[in-house]
């Protein structure tokens, strides 16, 4: 069982079901990643793990915990992080007050927590005073990931981290996701950069049609010629 596990979840956001029977876990220090081709449910299984829609069937453990019936909020208290793909910064508040809105939670102090999001993120150091809303696509994603991370997560979740960087910036934030991982927080992934993900993935869930379709480490997935022609471009 993993730290995180989603078992055989079933469900959408009213009427039709977008995820079936759906299995998505990762373990603490481990990066896991969701891909598949548009529609695929890869979203819409992350946010089910974070309770943000109501599950038919399955179930969510957390730590050998049963938190199916938590609301998202008790979920964030419980250690969980999400930064969603857009829409994940405040653009009139500086760097530094938007990673303070990550702490919202805690009541003690968290300097040496900003002061290590600062040391993943050195360009955040730089512009603590600037506004969020003044950086460029890549630098408001490293605040949204370190304003997750001043929750101190145990479990860091990001969707489509790498929506719309350049393939420099794209490479810089998942050299910084390894770092993460380093730390022992359990980061799981959505995301298009399919082939880029996989290859820093300890784990990998190809969903289609919101099922498993293949579940391997990310190396093994590269290398299955199926999943290559597939999902990879050959």
């Known amino acids: ?3 995180l596990s989603g078992e055989h979840m079933t469900g959408g956001y009213g009427g039709a079901d977008i995820i079936r029977d759906c299995s ?7 990066i896991a990643v969701i891909v598949g081709p ?63 809105m990550g702490a919202y939670l805690r009541r003690d102090d968290f300097g040496d927590t900003m002061a290590q999001v600062f040391e993943l993120f050195p360009v955040l150091a730089e512009k ?10 890549g630098q408001r994603q490293q605040v949204a990931v370190g304003r997750a991370l001043m929750t ?5 979740m990001l969707d489509e981290p ?3 960087v350049s393939p420099i910036v794209m490479d810089e934030l998942f050299d910084r996701i390894l770092d993460v991982r380093q730390t022992g927080v359990a980061v799981l992934m959505v995301e298009q950069n399919a082939r880029q993900a996989l290859a ?14 293949h579940t391997d480490t990310g190396a093994a997935l590269l ?9 990879l471009g050959g």
């Open 1 to 3: 069982m993993s730290y």
């Open 24 to 30: 998505i876990g990762v373990e603490r220090g481990e």
């Open 38 to 100: 548009n529609g695929a449910g890869k979203s819409t299984a992350m946010k089910a793990l974070l309770g943000m829609l109501d599950l038919r069937e399955g179930r969510v453990l957390l730590d050998g915990d049963d938190i199916t019936a938590r609301t998202p909020q008790a979920r964030v208290e419980r250690g969980m992080a999400f930064v969603p793909q857009t829409a994940n910064v405040f653009v009139s508040m500086s760097v530094e007050e938007n990673l303070e």
């Open 128 to 137: 603590r005073r600037q506004a969020a809303g003044e950086l460029s696509g």
């Open 152 to 156: 101190r997560p145990s479990v860091l």
């Open 162 to 164: 790498t929506a719309g």
């Open 200 to 213: 820093i993935a300890d784990r990998g869930y190809v969903l289609v049609v919101g099922k498993n379709r």
């Open 223 to 231: 290398a299955n010629p199926q999943v290559r022609k597939s999902f």
